[in-house]
């Protein structure tokens, strides 16, 4: 399945399961220290080396995610860096790095943000901080460079304006309808509970304080209007969605997707005016990667204006603010002041016990309305 999928987004769940490998299946030789401190190598040295590895493998960081493709490009076309790459999810690429211990066949991933902090404490990264690290906002990375996010997301709205005209620009706007609202599968899908917290913080609630977002999802489900299965392409094209949570650069790729197969397809996208939450994506090297030096180059390469062009240009929010965008690149995007104080940030630290008391609560309280 893909790292997109339902695996891919597992949340609580899937940290239990990364954590359960850390002490069965696992390479007990655990990860071997690198021979080499890549911080302390020059960047023409460390291009040097990384051209003579030649090669670059990855996980969950496919062409179609992000824009990758043009980094990949870009990467091969400087630096003669040939790319591979195997789709997979957070807790797949953390499980797969711990399991081949020092016979590590990969060398760099793309996991969710509240995976790297496991990456580091399952032992299976390399530091390596890059010269755009002072640029790069605190919550962002980890002290050593075990991880760092590259380019985030914030929780919006898709809309068919063929179903719902005007386009809800508010979450409690949706309690006003009379038609469907996907959230998707609380009970696996890290997108879906990351939009139940948006929820929460949009009806006066918060991380702390998660009541008025079950209040709402209650409202919805005895009323016969909340969808739980995820929020796709097709099921978009197909009419099957009404309004859906996504993460914006998911939710506009998405429209770009469709209109571009439907010129007369109209579909809106915003980020909810009365709360929304981001979060992020951050590479994470392979301490036993067959390439590292190549590895370190693409995390370079990655926060690099060229590298966060392209990820803006798929759609994502660079994390270095100080890039100046081309003006094509801007139009794909949402206005900036759709991004208020309304879009909080995440205390992951909280993040497992929150899903895990969300999950339950879905199970126990939903899951029997559903029927």
Known sequence: MSRRGFLGMLGAAGLACVAGLGLTGCDDGGSAAPAVDYNSMSLDDLIAQAKE??????????????NWVETWADLNSEYGLQHADQDMSSAEEIAMFKQEGTDGTKDIGDVGQQWGPTAESEGVTL????????????????????????????????????????????????????????????????????????????????????????????????????????????????????????????????????????????FSVCIPSDGSVQSGYATIINANAPHPAAACLAREFILSDEGQINLARGYATPIRSSVELPEDVKALRLPDEQYGDQVQSIDYGKWTDVTNELVTWYQENIIPILG
Do not use: C
């Open 127 to 266: 530091k390596y901080k890059t010269s755009y690290w002072d640029e790069i906002p605190d919550w962002a990375k980890d002290d050593d460079g075990d991880w760092v996010v590259g380019y985030y997301g914030s929780m919006a709205l898709i809309s068919n304006d063929d179903q719902v005209s005007p386009a809800p620009t508010s979450i409690s706007e949706l309690l006003d309808g009379d038609y469907k609202v996907s959230v998707g599968d609380i009970t696996s899908a890290a997108n879906a509970q990351h939009a139940v917290l948006a929820i929460a913080y949009a009806m006066g609630g918060s991380i702390d304080d998660l009541q008025p977002a079950y209040d709402f999802i209650t409202q919805l489900a005895q009323a016969g209007r909340l969808d739980v299965s995820d929020v796709s392409v097709a099921r978009l094209e197909s009419g099957e969605i009404a309004v859906g949570f996504n993460w914006d650069y998911n939710a506009l790729n998405y429209r770009a997707q469709i209109v571009e197969n439907n010129p007369d397809a109209k």
């Open 53 to 66: 590895e030649g090669q670059i493998n990855s996980v969950g960081m496919p062409d179609t995610w992000a």
